[in-house]
DNA sequence: GAAATTTATTAGACTGATCTAAAAATGAGG
DNA sequence: CCTCATTTTTAGATCAGTCTAATAAATTTC
């Protein structure tokens, strides 16, 4: 063998697709099976099946019968490659063109394969090399490298101070509504009470004075880091002195 | 019949390209010949036999075998929509992205299929609505209105004085040419004589103090007006204290 | 640990876009 | 009007990406 190594393998939108969701999946820490890549492309699990067949062959994944598929070198440094231009292009779309963070995300989904390697390492310089994209995901930079983000799920957070790091949901009604009620990457919030069995989270953003009420589930997409507490404050208040936390500079609107 | 009518008809990116490539022969007043088409697009004639009969059941055109095809109303508002947005694309990359004029149509013929309506009226408010596009092409407006095109292939002009008007040609090696030797949109110019027997063009860019030799081939992509001619003067020396040179901002390498 | 449920693969088909090779129509010249 | 070169269409295939229905493997439940 080791007959591949053709450096420019060229792919197909869909291939390109298919080994992001399979990064994304990978990234949740989770086993990238026929379904659940299925279900994140809706498309059948049949068609789900016969393609990652196709892309083993091709070298870009690993893939079990029964199992699932990983990625192979090859296969991430695509995926990779994809992911830095969905979310420079949000990002450019946000910036340049004035789209809400609610609306970059299905154009991006097109454009991401469809732009050259000059169009984005033009808007690169152009947004002066964003390290974020709207939705405070990071932005891997021109050389496949990605910042690990050590953030916290909301949805796990004991009550204190918070600001948000990143949404990862790309659904424009919820992104709209949470928009309105001022809750964006970058803000501030304190988390005032979790009601018990799945309740809501009692939130205080910032900004707005009114306290907002969010299903557990919907603060499973909202990631946050946690402030070295309000005022000093009564007791609890897990903390730590904020250690970690380097890289990641912001630089966002 | 009159069962069509639902707006909206959503086609492949192919489509578009074949309906771009009828109209494009069309406005240069040929029959649209399977064999013709098959040229521009590059496919074996079999391919656009097929196509046509497939597009003219979609009602975007009409079609005669062994003879050709002409867009329908619908099938050129379509083909108006594609013009337009290839060419704001154009001059969206030339001027907010720098390309140069030689890169601008390779990355447009992607991104044309690609991009959505809002990001189309983005940029067009981004440029403040240009009507035409980096080779001076005019740019069809929202309401997929054309103007009216009155100038002069250069091939065919007689010696005098004139302005470059467009350059109808999108291979980059023969415009990254034209631009060394000064000759772009707006540029002035004067053609001091043609060679007999389709011999080359002696032209003077104003620009440039060298005399340019260009074949008659060459000049069919380019064309100019007329301008009241030269100042009074002598024999040579058809110069202007520099005034032209509006629009397109150079910025490539 | 067998049955039931869930997940995955196989089989068979379809659509859109393309090709090559062969057959047929067109049109120019004699 | 007949012949021949050119143009076009027809026939038959292929490839990528998708689907549904049927079957089989894996996992969970009792
Ligand atoms: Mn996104
Ligand atoms: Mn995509
Ligand atoms: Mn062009
Ligand atoms: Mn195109």
């Known amino acids: 063998m080791a007959a591949e190594s053709q450096r420019k393998a060229t792919v197909s939108s ?19 099976s026929t379904s659940r890549v ?4 809706e498309v059948a699990d049949a068609t789900v099946t016969d393609m990652l067949r196709k892309l083993k062959k091709a070298g870009l994944l690993e893939y079990k019968p029964y199992y699932g598929a990983t990625l192979t070198r090859e296969g991430r440094r695509m995926a990779v490659r994809i992911l830095r ?7 450019f779309l946000h910036q340049v063109l004035g789209y809400g963070w609610e609306q970059v995300h299905q154009e991006a989904e097109r454009l991401e394969h469809a ?5 984005i390492s033009r808007i690169d310089a152009l947004l002066d090399f964003p390290s974020q994209d709207p939705h405070g995901e990071a932005i891997p930079d021109a050389r496949g490298f990605r910042q690990v983000e050590d953030d916290l799920c909301l949805a796990e957070a004991e009550p204190g101070s918070y600001s948000v790091r990143k949404v990862t949901n790309s659904d424009p009604e919820f992104l709209a509504y949470l928009d309105r009620v001022g809750l964006r990457p970058a803000t501030r ?10 309740g809501p989270l009692k939130l205080l953003p910032e900004s707005g004075r009114e306290p907002v009420y ?32 380097a890289g990641t500079r912001g630089s966002r609107k």
């Open 214 to 245: 969010l299903g557990l589930e919907a603060c499973r997409s909202i990631f946050v880091l946690p402030r070295k507490d309000r005022p000093p404050a009564s007791a609890s208040a897990p903390d730590g002195p904020a250690s970690r936390e």
């Open 85 to 91: 231009r969905h979310r420079l292009l949000e990002m």
């Open 115 to 119: 732009v050259s390697d000059l169009f």
């Open 38 to 41: 299925a279900r994140h492309l």
């Open 189 to 198: 919030l304190s988390l005032q009470e979790k009601a018990p069995f799945q």
């Open 14 to 32: 869909t291939v390109e697709d298919y080994l992001k969701v399979v990064l994304k999946i990978e990234d949740m820490k989770q086993r990238a």
